[in-house]
C-alpha cells in the first residue's frame, strides 16, 4: 500500500438490481429497502464497486448461511467490551454468528487479517462517533488479531480516545467517542453541546490516516436519556431545539472541519450509516400488536419480510445533503439496510452490563441498539475491508 490512499467513489447503477432472479424474501426485502432509499437520495445511497470484473452494488444483496463463520471466537479476542460479548454472558444461540452478507452481483473478498496489518503497515486508523463506532472499532480488532493471533499488541482504554496499537506494524486503531461529534463542555456541572465548535475533538483527529465517522441515535434521544443540559448555537444558549435541526448544525460544523483541515493526498475518510435498533417487533411481525413486548429477545433469525419504517429517513436526509455539499470526497458505508434485516444481532439481556434482576426482564433490560460480537459488525469491516483495498 502506497502512502498516498487513494479514494473510489463510484456511481450507482439501478439497472444492476435487477439482473438477478429473487432467491429468497430477504433478498427481495433488502431490494426494495435500498430502491426505496435510493429513490429518495440518488446522489450517495448507492455506491458502487468494481470488484470480480463485474459492477456490484455492495450495500444490497441478501443474507446467507455460511458455517465457515465467525471468523473469530469471543474467547481469542481481549478487546470485546463485556456489553457486546453475548456469549460469554450466556447466549444460548449461536445460528446468529452463521450469516455472510451475499451482494447482488459479487463476492466480497475474505477478509485477511494479516493482509490488512501489512498494507496498513505505520498508519493510524480511527473511528469517531458512539458506541455504535466502538462497536466497529473492537470488531476491527478482533478480526486482525484471528490472522496474526502471535502479533505484538498494546491496547489502552480511556476517554474519550481508546487506542489499540500492532507494535510490530506500527498501526494504530483508535476509537475517539464524540456521540455528536461537535465539542461538549461542561460548566458548572451543566452538560453543553456545541454546535458551532469541533475544534476541540478535531485536534486529536488531524494526524488520523483514515477516519470513519458516525452519528446519528444521540440526536434522538430525550428525556432522561438527553444528553445534555444545554445547547450553544450562534453565541446563544438554549434548553431545547428541534433535534433534527440541532443535528444539521452539528453536522455543517464537522463538514466545515473536515473540508478544511482532510489533507486527501494521505488521508481517507468514511462515515458509516445510521445503525438501525429493533425495539419495535411491528417492523417484522404482522402479528405485533400494541400490547407486544417492545424489544428483541428470543430474536434468533434474521427477518425474511420487514415493513421498513424508516425511522432515520429525516436524519439520513440530513447527512446526505451534508455529505453532497463537501468538497473533501466522503465514502458512504451505507450499512442501514443490511443491518435492519438482523433483528437477531443484538445482545438483548446477553450483555455484561446488565445484572441478573435486569436480564429477568427483558422487556424493560432488553440492549436492542448495540451488536453482539462475533456479530453484525464484523460484515461492517468486511465491506469496510473491501472499499479500503479493492
Not at 20 to 44: D, E, V
Not at 61 to 74: A, E, F, I, K, N
Not at 124 to 140: A, C, H, K, P, T
Request: net charge neutral; with cysteine.
Amino acid at each position: 500500500m502506497t502512502t498516498h490512499l487513494s479514494f473510489h467513489l463510484f456511481k450507482p447503477c439501478l439497472t444492476l438490481l435487477f439482473l438477478s432472479l429473487f432467491q429468497s424474501r430477504t433478498t427481495f426485502s433488502a431490494l426494495i429497502m435500498s430502491l426505496r432509499n435510493h429513490h429518495s437520495h440518488p446522489q450517495h445511497r448507492r455506491p458502487m464497486f468494481q470488484t470480480n470484473q463485474t459492477t456490484c452494488a455492495l450495500f444490497t444483496g441478501t443474507w446467507v448461511r455460511d458455517d465457515s463463520y465467525p471468523l473469530y471466537q469471543y474467547s481469542s479476542c481481549p478487546a470485546i467490551d463485556p456489553q457486546f460479548n453475548c456469549q460469554l454472558s450466556g447466549r444460548p444461540d449461536s445460528d446468529y454468528l452463521k450469516y455472510r452478507w451475499q451482494p447482488l452481483n459479487c463476492q466480497l473478498p475474505r477478509f485477511d487479517g494479516v493482509a490488512f496489518l501489512s498494507k496498513m503497515r505505520g498508519k493510524n486508523v480511527m473511528f469517531v462517533g458512539d458506541s455504535l463506532g466502538r462497536n466497529q472499532w473492537e470488531s476491527l480488532i478482533c478480526m486482525i488479531l484471528a490472522g496474526d493471533p502471535q502479533t505484538q499488541t498494546q491496547m489502552n482504554r480511556a476517554m474519550p480516545l481508546s487506542t489499540f496499537k500492532f507494535l510490530e506494524y506500527g498501526i494504530t486503531m483508535s476509537y475517539f467517542r464524540a456521540p455528536y461529534l461537535v465539542d461538549i463542555d461542561v460548566v458548572q456541572g451543566k452538560k453543553i453541546v456545541k454546535l458551532d465548535d469541533i475544534a476541540g475533538n478535531g485536534n486529536a483527529w488531524r494526524m488520523a490516516d483514515v477516519l470513519v465517522f458516525n452519528t446519528g441515535h444521540w440526536w434522538t434521544h430525550e428525556g432522561s436519556l438527553q444528553g445534555w443540559d444545554m445547547i450553544q448555537s450562534g453565541g446563544k444558549y438554549y434548553q431545547n431545539m428541534d433535534l433534527l435541526v440541532a443535528m444539521e448544525k452539528g453536522l455543517r460544523t464537522w463538514s466545515n472541519w473536515v473540508d478544511t483541515n482532510v489533507d486527501i493526498s494521505r488521508t481517507r475518510v468514511f462515515f458509516q450509516s445510521i445503525s438501525p435498533d429493533h425495539y419495535d417487533p411491528s417492523e417484522w411481525s404482522a402479528e405485533a400488536t400494541a400490547m407486544t413486548r417492545k424489544n428483541c429477545y428470543g430474536e434468533t433469525t434474521p427477518m425474511e419480510v420487514t415493513r421498513y419504517t424508516g425511522a432515520y429517513a429525516d436524519q439520513t436526509r440530513v447527512l446526505d445533503e451534508v455529505i453532497r455539499e463537501l468538497h473533501v470526497p466522503i465514502y458512504l458505508l451505507d450499512i442501514t439496510m443490511l443491518s435492519e434485516l438482523r433483528k437477531d444481532g443484538h445482545p438483548s439481556i446477553y450483555s455484561g452490563d446488565i445484572s441478573p434482576s435486569q436480564r429477568s426482564n427483558p422487556a424493560k433490560s432488553s440492549d436492542c441498539s448495540h451488536w453482539c460480537l462475533p456479530g453484525l459488525p464484523d460484515t461492517w469491516n468486511e465491506l469496510f475491508y473491501t472499499v479500503l483495498f479493492y
